[in-house]
């Protein structure tokens, strides 16, 4: 049975191409969602409902249109939702569809660097692992690529989240790997000290 995703487009360069010659000489949007998939291999198994919610760049984008998206998408019964959008406020919008969004499916942002007339466009491949892990059952980080990591590596260095703290469901795996090479806790953030040992978690910082 094929795995229904809600795909909403809200314009941005991964739904771009070449204006007319008559026109602006830049990209335009001009793809729509349908055109969008239908440029991407591997999606057997996944029924895509297409809606195209926007056609803007993603800096035009306003609050409002994301309170809409998120009320769009809690209208769909679906494995999940793929939002695909301009890069420039793509943060932003994620941000504000996961205070939103209170279904039970994910929702997966993506977008492109480049058009579709570009070389090396990478639309077609951020879509597929987009839609890929919409359609996925398996929802946050249990340790996966850790135990991929075990015997390939001779150090780790982890950027861990704020000060130093990792889920607690991928503690097995480090650990694991930590009595076999050396693992170092960084932060994400860019600069600070780790802090280990300051809450009673079973994920210390270290």
Known sequence: MAVRVALFTL??????????????????????????????????????EVHDFRQLPSAS?????????AAAIGD?????????????????TAFLLDLLHAGPGPVVVTGAMRTAATAGADGPANMLA???????PALGD???????????FDGLVVAALG?????????PALAALAGEIPVVFGSRTGRGWVLPG?????????
């Not at 314009?11 to 969602?33: C, E, R």
């Not at 249990?142 to 390939?152: F, K, Q, S, Y």
């Open 76 to 92: 769909r019964l679906a494995a999940g939702a793929v939002v695909v959008q301009g890069t420039d406020t793509i943060e932003e």
């Open 11 to 48: 314009g941005g360069t991964i739904a771009m191409a070449p204006g007319p010659a008559s026109g602006h000489p830049g990209a335009v949007p001009a793809l729509s969602g349908r055109q969008l998939l239908d440029a991407v291999p591997g999606l057997d198994g996944i029924d895509a």
């Open 130 to 136: 987009a839609v890929r892990a919409a359609a996925s």
């Open 142 to 152: 249990d340790g996966e690529l850790l135990r991929a990591a075990a015997g390939r």
């Open 163 to 171: 000060a130093g703290h990792v889920p607690a469901a991928t503690m």
């Open 61 to 69: 984008l306003t609050i409002d249109d994301v309170y809409e998206l």
């Open 198 to 206: 300051v809450y009673g978690s079973p994920a210390p910082s270290g």
